[in-house]
């Protein structure tokens, strides 16, 4: 029994960390008998918000999440392709004009925490996170209004496995991104997380990660396996990361509209390198299977992440005056959909030659739109689609400040914009200009009052810019946002 303890607690010294928040630092400051790995009991944790949001957009662009979609135009510009005698009536559309209203619960959510013995220095932690934003069939109009706030669909929000030790860290499961170190230094915002321009997104993924701890200074170390953002490249996305936080330079800050946190000053820097095969382009008929040859080409990113308290916060109860920054820098190639929602700046792939000549055919691809993009060349034998990966730089800032005396009250502003080098096409490329933005900016302010200690209210105002590849084209949404929260 003895040996058997002894070479689980060497294999577990060699495979894992421990790194968990909330982990108790006494529970290692004596050796435990190897007669003893079993030191706890099965623990298990409900717990979740419940929320209403109620929004007014000065436009119809939008459902209740903004994301990155691209706004309506209001200067009468028609779509480069459309099909065949399509008639659209010229003018600006109404809802680029007119405001729209409306109330969801959607982002009610609730998750399920389970924590088993701990065995030989492993702590195992299983999650299980649900949300009401799933895939419906349609949205409106296709989809009735009433159904689709009213009857919301269920969604796997997280669900993973990990161990911890004292060396390592291994995740299983689906969790936030390991590029931009997220959630870490999300900004504090009234607005659905992510914001326009920010990275964000939960994936499926391996992780393996450790954790320097020194007394003034912790260096967190970790990479991953992903879902890609193209099954058929045949490989994963790799990701990984360098964190540097401060142990005795903490400060307050939010999380989206969540409940505030106290965390440490924190420098983060992360990559993320991918791979795409894309279906050669030709007249499929909307069937990418029928390709013979394909198209390949890499993506890559970089993303800079701060949280910096200006002001320290005392303590999670005595947040008075605290004063928090965050910022980010995202700079790469192919990885629009690790922005919110995908940053596609609304290109689609062009129409190809068909039976009834130039633009007439269809193309569908094995990836999803924004990522790479076909451009047009007139050759000799016809003509052809040269690949190519769309690149975005983004950056993003933001503050709050906890009034005094205790930080029930705080106030939040966050800016981010971010832009394409090569996203524009003409129209004889295959483009669509009057449809695709390549420039876009973000900013709201927010007031968050504390009623309780389990009940939050907030107020909002966003506003969302685009500019489009067609004349510089600039289109606007601005959003005011009601918000109340029962955490439990």
């Known amino acids: ?35 003893s790995p079993t030191t706890s009991r099965w623990q298990l944790k409900l717990y979740g918000a419940l ?54 619960a959607r982002n009610t959510r609730f998750g399920l925490r389970v924590s088993p013995p701990e065995v030989a220095g492993i702590m195992t932690t299983g999650v299980l996170e649900v949300d009401f934003i799933g895939n419906q069939p349609g949205s409106p109009p296709q989809l009735s209004e009433n159904s689709f706030f009213g009857s919301a669909t269920p969604r796997i929000k997280q669900a993973y496995l990990k161990f911890e030790s004292d060396i390592g860290e291994v995740l299983f499961g689906q969790y936030y991104g390991l590029f931009g170190w997220q959630p870490l230094f999300f900004p504090a915002t009234d607005s659905f997380l992510g914001i326009p321009n920010e990275i964000f997104g939960r994936m499926p993924q391996v992780r393996i990660g450790t954790t320097l701890k020194m007394d003034v200074i912790d260096v967190q170390i ?72 394909v198209a390949q080409a890499n993506g890559y990113g970089v993303s800079l992440d701060a949280l910096i308290p200006v002001i320290p916060a005392k303590s999670t109860n005595d947040k008075g005056n605290a004063l928090t920054l965050t910022g ?38 094995n990836i999803d739109p924004g990522l790479v993009q076909y451009t047009l060349v007139n050759t000799a034998d016809g003509q052809r689609g040269i690949l190519r990966v769309l690149k975005w730089q983004a950056y993003m800032v933001g503050v709050q400040y906890f009034l005094p005396p205790s930080g029930r009250l705080s106030l939040a502003a966050n800016f981010s914009a971010s832009e394409s080098p090569n996203i ?24 968050f009052v504390d009623l309780t200690a389990a009940t939050r209210m907030a107020l909002s105002y966003q506003h969302i810019g685009q500019t489009f590849v067609a004349n510089n084209g ?12 029962l955490f439990f």
């Open 1 to 35: 029994m003895k040996s058997s303890a002894a070479v689980l607690s060497i294999l577990s010294t060699l495979l894992f960390s421990r790194v968990a928040a909330g982990a108790d630092p006494a529970a290692n400051a004596e050796p435990r008998p190897e007669s």
């Open 51 to 104: 929320e209403l949001d109620v929004m007014r957009d000065s436009t119809q662009s939008f459902s209740d999440i903004p994301n990155n979609n691209p706004l309506l135009r209001s200067d009468g510009s028609l779509p480069a392709y459309l099909p065949l005698g399509t008639q659209l009536p010229e003018g600006p559309t109404y809802g680029s004009t007119h405001p729209r209203y409306q109330a969801t």
């Open 222 to 293: 970790a990479a991953a396996a992903l879902r890609p953002a193209q099954r058929d490249s045949g490989l994963p996305d790799l990701q990984a990361g360098l964190r540097l936080s401060v142990n005795g330079w903490k400060g307050a800050h939010g999380m989206g509209s969540g409940q505030p946190i106290v965390g440490p000053l924190s420098i983060g820097v992360s990559g993320v390198t991918r791979w795409f095969k894309v279906a050669a382009f030709s007249n499929n008929a909307g069937d990418p299977t029928t390709a013979t040859e």
């Open 328 to 365: 980010s820098f995202v700079t790469g190639a192919g990885i629009a959909d690790l922005f919110t929602g995908g940053l596609t700046g609304g290109v689609h792939f062009p129409l190809p030659e068909g039976p009834g000549g130039p633009n007439t055919g269809t193309y569908v691809g």
């Open 424 to 447: 524009a096409q003409p129209i004889e490329e295959g483009g669509d200009p009057s449809r695709t933005f390549w420039k876009a900016l973000y900013y709201d302010v927010n007031l």
């Open 474 to 485: 600039k289109e606007m949404n601005e959003r005011f946002e009601l918000t109340g929260l």
